[in-house]
């Protein structure tokens, strides 16, 4: 029903700075957020930030000052702009988005980009 299209992970030198974007296509709902979650092997999914269609915005602590997401409702994109990365940061990030079209929440998820933070 949703397909999440993502792109700009990478390798990157500790204290550098990457972009990633997503874009949702199909039946968007305008009630919905956009964020992205980000996953170690071994260890449980986290959500890093996520923006709403209310214009409320919340992020992790880990990345708070760092990070700053925005999405463009328009075209149905999201983008996470991530400054300082540390190599903490390095993870496979997952692009979110979950629709209030029924009663409950419904979750689609992109298939995954690679972030590496070098030392």
């Known amino acids: 029903q949703v397909q999440l299209e993502e792109s700009g992970g990478g390798l990157v030198q500790e204290g550098g700075f990457l972009r990633l974007s997503c874009k949702a296509s199909?039946?968007?709902?305008?009630?919905?957020?956009m964020g992205w979650y980000r996953q170690v092997s071994g260890k449980q999914r986290e959500l890093v930030a996520a923006?709403?269609?209310?214009?409320?915005?919340n992020y992790a602590d880990f990345v708070k000052g760092r990070f700053i997401i925005s999405r463009e409702n328009a075209k149905n994109t999201v983008d996470l702009q991530m400054s300082r990365l540390e190599p903490e940061d390095t993870a496979v990030y997952y692009c979110?988005?979950?629709?209030?079209?029924?009663?409950?929440?419904?979750?689609?998820w992109g298939q995954g980009t690679q972030v590496t933070v070098s030392s």
């Open positions: 979110n988005h979950r629709s209030y079209w029924r009663g409950s929440p419904s979750d689609y």
């Open positions: 199909g039946t968007i709902f305008s009630i919905n957020s």
């Open positions: 923006a709403h269609s209310d214009g409320s915005t």
